[in-house]
């Protein structure tokens, strides 16, 4: 059974840089596409970066382009994501996720596994 759990989530200012990691249990790391999604309020997951089996990225147009970075490290068998000069908008709940093929894509129905989440707040 795949399992993923997320890390690293806090407050922060604008303008400052955070690293989130999950942890990846029951598969490896580079055995299926993975992906960041965040969610606001009332509102459904949206695509943030995401990385494919070949180690190629895939990040959405848009604010995010640029700023955030996604990772993976084999030998800790974790997926990370970098953001940088973060912005009071990019306040979310922040999850991993993983599908069952080599893609990444931005559907969020696409992905079999979650993990549970880290909140990221961004305010002066």
């Known amino acids: 059974q795949v399992q993923l759990a997320e890390s690293g989530g806090g407050l922060v200012h604008p303008g400052d840089s955070l690293k989130l990691t999950c942890a990846v249990s029951?598969?490896?790391?580079?055995?299926?596409?993975m992906a960041w999604f965040r969610q606001f309020p009332g509102k459904s997951r949206e695509f943030v970066a995401g990385i494919h089996t070949t180690g190629g990225q895939r990040y959405p147009e848009g604010s995010i382009e640029g700023r955030f970075t996604i990772s993976r490290d084999n030998a800790k068998n974790t997926l990370s994501l970098l953001m940088n000069n973060l912005r009071p908008e990019d306040t979310a709940l922040y999850f991993c996720a993983a599908r069952l093929g080599y893609v990444a894509v931005p559907a969020p129905s696409s992905y079999e596994y979650w993990g549970q989440g880290t909140q990221v707040t961004v305010s002066s």
């Open positions: 029951g598969q490896t790391v580079t055995s299926s596409a």
